[in-house]
T-cell receptor, first 113, second 115 residues
Framework: GAGVSQSPSNKVTEKGKDVELRCDPISGHTALYWYRQSLGQGLEFLIY????????KSGLPSDRFSAERTGGSVSTLTIQRTQQEDSAVYLC???????????FGSGTQLSVL | AQSVTQLGSHVSVSEGALVLLRCNYS??????LFWYVQYPNQGLQLLLK??????LVKGINGFEAEFKKSETSFHLTKPSAHMSDAAEYFCAVSRRAGANSKLTFGKGITLSVRP
């Protein structure tokens, strides 16, 4: 597609369940980010993939959060044993390289009941 | 480590008035600086960025920002606000060099424009 695609757009889950969020970046983009946007908290960095380098996982809030990027393209963010405080919009962005313009997806609104 | 401070969470201006959104950064190395905008029910998009060269950079929709190293600032301005400028604005910083150049965002400022 022409832009960054995220699915699902909305996800409602029960506390304690696992969820998987998907991001399809723009074709050919080597950099891929995951951010979390909570009301009043701005954009919280989660994880950053750049080419074949080891990902920067410094923003993952706990070991319940993990992400992978297969074949340098699609990425999946997994949250295990979800908690209510995990409720937020999860944004994916990609760019053509380091320090290039980021293109954002529309996000996944996660609600943990 | 890098960080961005955007003081205040909400700015309200009258249509036609000057828009000034403040951003201060902290970086141990020369930074790249960015402003992103998020219009209601839309994704974030780049307004402008500073990399090297001229310290006054112009972006889309009449916005501009000036990199002031001595003040560690990158404030966003627009001479005359329009109703369509109502949105959330995020300042961001990344390292100028090196493989690990993740973008760090501030908390954002919501701009309201009064008729």
């Amino acid at each position: 597609g022409a832009g960054v695609s995220q699915s699902p757009s909305n996800k409602v889950t029960e506390k304690g369940k696992d969820v998987e969020l998907r991001c399809d970046p723009i074709s050919g983009h080597t950099a891929l980010y995951w951010y979390r946007q909570s009301l009043g908290q701005g954009l919280e960095f989660l994880i950053y993939f750049q080419g074949n380098s080891a990902p920067d996982k410094s923003g993952l809030p706990s070991d319940r959060f993990s992400a992978e990027r297969t074949g340098g393209s699609v990425s999946t963010l997994t949250i295990q044993r979800t908690q209510q405080e995990d409720s937020a919009v999860y944004l994916c962005a990609s760019s053509g390289g380091a320090n290039e313009k980021l293109f954002f997806g529309s996000g996944t609104q996660l609600s943990v009941l | 480590a890098q960080s961005v401070t955007q003081l205040g969470s909400h700015v309200s201006v009258s249509e036609g008035a000057l828009v000034l959104l403040r951003c201060n950064y902290s970086s141990s190395v020369p930074p790249y600086l960015f402003w992103y905008v998020q219009y209601p029910n839309q994704g974030l998009q780049l307004l402008l960025k500073y990399t090297t060269g001229a310290t006054l950079v112009k972006g889309i929709n009449g916005f501009e920002a000036e990199f002031k190293k001595s003040e560690t600032s990158f404030h966003l301005t627009k001479p005359s606000a329009h109703m369509s400028d109502a949105a959330e604005y995020f300042c961001a910083v990344s390292r100028r060099a090196g493989a690990n150049s993740k973008l760090t965002f501030g908390k954002g400022i919501t701009l309201s424009v009064r008729p």
